[in-house]
């Protein structure tokens, strides 16, 4: 099979870029929900990620029916630990941002050190399913079977995501939460239900974005604060309560830190927060943000 | 039905509201008018449970609600028409309403509680609308929205926050007579305005609102017939000129039945406002 090798290099990193982005948009996605419709800034979330990654290197064995376990296990311990955060939240909900960052700042250094506590300081190993450990040939190219099969997963949590967001009640009232919070108070709805249905929901989001993308992003020490960092880029850039922008801003980082990486080597140390800063200039409240009904 | 007795409410600057007692009977309007700054809008809020009461009660259908969380005051049985209509930018005509009907909701006693079905007969422009955005509708489909939405609650008390607010005079005339509808279902409405000829029109009763206190509070035939007073007391110019009699409802519907009009005459263009 002929190949166009002018694009050789740039391939498998811009699949790798589209992998990486969906894993930082289904990370982030909670993030979003939380600072566009509770109102918090929640900096503990990339700590629910690690929770899901440290949850994949724990059981997973190489067979399928561990990845499942360990999806349902991390899923479940993420979405307790961000229901853990709201309840902790309740009485500072209404509060400033910079004290919600502060609790929510030390919740992630106390779970960032329980975590290191009970796996260690070391960069646990993950085992991927063995079926999937190996590579398949895609236009000519040899790629890792798992991250082609997690782009299809996680392709296919974005939809449903969508479908939530976009088709259900619950999605209807975060949309409406996002909008006008104290209107949907006031047609009956408890608030504070809807700040805990959020941040459940974001930390089931990330706990299954680190169990899924543990060969990816894997757990450690570092990852709560990488994710969290990624994850508040995507915020920044996507603009806050869209779905549809935090996923345009998740492709762009995905690709900006493998493809422009690829590109432009001795720029990848800046180069994610060059390409925020410019997209800022350009769109101040980032790439897709809903205007409010006058 | 809605009664505040010597409410006081007010915000962290200071007390707004200085023990207003109002008595709002199902059926009825009661129209609370006042200029700016006078404290309507936080009678309103204060009622909905959005600014905290420091003093007093409110009582629905004889229960205190003051105090309680706006959401429990709405399962209480209040609606509110917020000023600006505030319509969710981002949901359509159709999901707002999806929102807002709580089918496991008791309706009001004895009465046949509102539907989607009902809501778009007696308010037949949002059915050519269910697609649209709240931020894609004119200023008198949002106004008819959020009205919509507060119904759907199946709310025995009705809070109206200068619904005629921005809009041209003829689609005013049109929420004016649907206030009256509304109360004519059996609805307590507590309409807030700045613009006294909207009250004077629709109201039964007509209370003035000056630094937070109520100074004035008769039935509407009496306020008519002094218009000399309330035109002090608001310093307009207007009042004179206000109409003899309350108007029969009869632009949109059979106030009774509520059946589909005739024809509304709210065409795409006479809708939007300049």
């Known amino acids: 099979m002929a190949v166009d090798t002018r694009i050789d290099p740039y391939l498998v990193p811009a699949l790798d870029g589209v ?20 109102g918090i800034l929640n900096l503990a979330h990339g700590t629910l990620y690690a929770i899901g990654g440290y ?28 229901a853990l955060v709201a309840g902790l939240l309740t009485r500072v ?18 779970g960032g050190s329980l975590l290191v506590a009970a796996f260690g300081p070391d960069d646990p190993p993950v085992r991927v399913p063995a079926a999937l450990d190996g590579s398949v040939a895609v236009a000519g190219h040899r790629y890792a079977a798992y991250r082609l099969v997690f782009i299809v997963v996680a392709a296919v949590l974005a939809g449903l995501l969508h479908v939530a967001v976009r088709r259900t009640r ?22 504070a239900w809807i700040r805990l249905g959020v941040l459940a929901a974001a930390g089931a989001l990330a706990g299954a974005a680190g169990v899924l993308g543990a060969p990816i992003i894997g757990p450690g020490p570092d990852t709560a604060d990488a994710v969290l960092l990624l994850s508040l880029v995507v915020v920044v850039l996507g603009g806050l309560g869209s779905m549809g922008g935090t996923l345009l801003a998740a492709l762009a980082v995905g690709q900006i830190q493998t493809l422009g990486v690829a590109l432009a080597p001795s720029a990848a140390p800046f180069l994610l927060f060059a390409a925020m800063a410019a997209v800022l200039a350009v769109r101040a409240r980032g790439l897709a943000t809903a205007r409010r009904a006058s | 039905m809605l009664r505040t007795e010597r409410l006081c409410a007010g915000y962290a600057d200071g007390i707004v509201l200085h023990e207003v007692t109002l008595d709002v009977a199902a059926g009825s309007v009661q129209a609370v008018v006042g200029r700016n700054g006078a404290g309507k809008s936080t009678l309103v809020h204060a009622v909905a449970g959005l600014v905290r009461p420091c003093g007093g009660r409110i009582e629905v259908d004889g229960v205190q609600v003051a105090g309680r969380q706006p959401h429990r005051i709405a399962r209480s049985g209040v609606g509110l028409v917020p000023q600006g209509r505030r ?10 309403l999806a929102l807002a009907a709580v089918p496991w909701r008791a309706a009001t006693p004895g009465g046949e509680g509102w539907t989607v ?11 050519a609308r269910l697609r649209h955005r709240g931020d894609q509708l004119s200023g008198g489909e949002q106004q008819m929205l959020a009205i919509a939405r ?15 607010e921005g809009l041209a005079p003829n689609l005013a005339a049109r929420v004016r007579d649907l206030v009256g509808i509304l109360a004519g279902t059996g609805l307590a409405v507590l309409l807030v305005e700045q613009q006294i000829q909207h009250a004077v029109e629709v109201a039964d009763r007509i209370a003035v609102l000056e630094y937070g206190r109520v100074v004035y509070d008769r039935p509407a035939d009496e306020a008519r017939a002094e218009p000399g007073r309330l035109a002090a007391m608001l310093s307009v110019a207007a009042v004179a000129e206000l109409p003899a009699v309350r108007p029969v409802p009869g632009l949109w519907a059979d106030s009774t039945h509520l059946t589909r009009p005739p024809s509304t005459g709210m065409s795409d263009d006479a809708d939007r406002i300049p």
């Open chain 2, 150 to 164: 507060a119904l759907l609650g199946q709310p025995r008390v009705l809070l109206l926050d200068e619904p005629c």
């Open chain 1, 170 to 191: 619950a999605g209807m009232l975060v949309r409406a939460a996002v909008d006008d919070a104290e209107m949907v108070a006031v047609l009956g709805v408890n608030p």
């Open chain 2, 87 to 96: 319509v969710f930018s981002r949901l359509t005509v159709a999901e707002h």
């Open chain 2, 117 to 127: 079905a009902r809501i778009l007969e007696l308010l037949p422009r949002l059915a």
């Open chain 1, 55 to 82: 949850t994949a290197a724990a059981l997973l064995d190489g067979g399928w029916s561990s990845l499942l376990l360990a999806l349902a296990v991390g899923t479940v311990a993420a979405t307790a630990a961000g």
């Open chain 1, 19 to 38: 992998a990486y982005g969906l894993l930082v948009f289904v990370a982030a996605a909670g993030l979003v929900l939380c600072f566009g419709v509770a």
């Open chain 1, 93 to 110: 909900a209404a509060r400033s941002h910079l004290t919600q960052a502060l609790l929510t700042f030390g919740l992630a250094l106390v």
